[in-house]
Every structure is written in structure tokens, then in C-alpha cells.
């Protein structure tokens, strides 16, 4: 079965870094598009960013040029490096895996950034 198990969230100030991580397990890895969604209280879900499996990349709007995604197949991992932290990027974040209208998600990882 698909398993997805983030790491990698933490506290960190205003202005700083952080690299998230994502083990995936129990699927092709490689053909499957991978996505990181974040979701702060009392908001909704929201898509962060998406990397194909062709290796294609989109992003929100309000993490352009800040955050960067990228996979790794040989280890079955996706990456999220969030740079220029700002305290609205305070949100538990999720990884997904998504192929043939199939979503699955991890656990999610806390990500808090203090002003």
C-alpha cells in the first residue's frame, strides 16, 4: 500500500530555511506526479507545489521563488527547500502522490515560522 512519511518541519524565524522531505514506499514512485500541500488552522487545504513524474514543476503563487520542489526516483523521495520563511508559511504540510485520479497522503509535518 502507498505509504508517505514526511520529515523535516520544525521552528524556524522569519527570513529562514527548511528542507522537507518525503519517503515514499508501496507504489512506481517514478510515475506518479507528487505534490506538497499545506493547510494552517482554520484555513483550507491548500497545493504548495507539484513535480511530475516527467519532472515538470508548478507552484502557488504565494511560494514562487521561495520554495523549490524536486524528486529524487533513484531514492523514491520528494523535496520541498523553502527558503525566505515568512510567518504565513505556518502550516502543517502534507505530501501526496497522485496517479489515475488517485490522491494519497502522508501524515503531515509541522511547520511553524516565528516573526
Known amino acids: 500500500q502507498v505509504q508517505l512519511v514526511e520529515s523535516g518541519g520544525g521552528l524556524v524565524q522569519s527570513g529562514g530555511s527548511l528542507r522537507l522531505s518525503c519517503e515514499a514506499s508501496?507504489?512506481?514512485?517514478?510515475?506518479?506526479?507528487m505534490m506538497w500541500y499545506r493547510q494552517a488552522p482554520g484555513k483550507q487545504r491548500e497545493l504548495v507545489a507539484l513535480?511530475?513524474?516527467?519532472?515538470?514543476?508548478n507552484y502557488a503563487d504565494s511560494v514562487k521563488d521561495r520554495f523549490t520542489i524536486s524528486r529524487d526516483n533513484a531514492e523514491n523521495r520528494v523535496y520541498l527547500q523553502m527558503n525566505s520563511l515568512i510567518p504565513e508559511d505556518t502550516a502543517v504540510y502534507y505530501c501526496?502522490?497522485?496517479?489515475?485520479?488517485?490522491?494519497?497522503w502522508g501524515q503531515g509535518t509541522q511547520v511553524t515560522v516565528s516573526s
Open positions: 501526496a502522490a497522485s496517479a489515475g485520479g488517485r490522491v494519497d
Open positions: 508501496g507504489f512506481t514512485f517514478s510515475s506518479y506526479a
Open positions: 513535480i511530475t513524474s516527467g519532472g515538470r514543476t
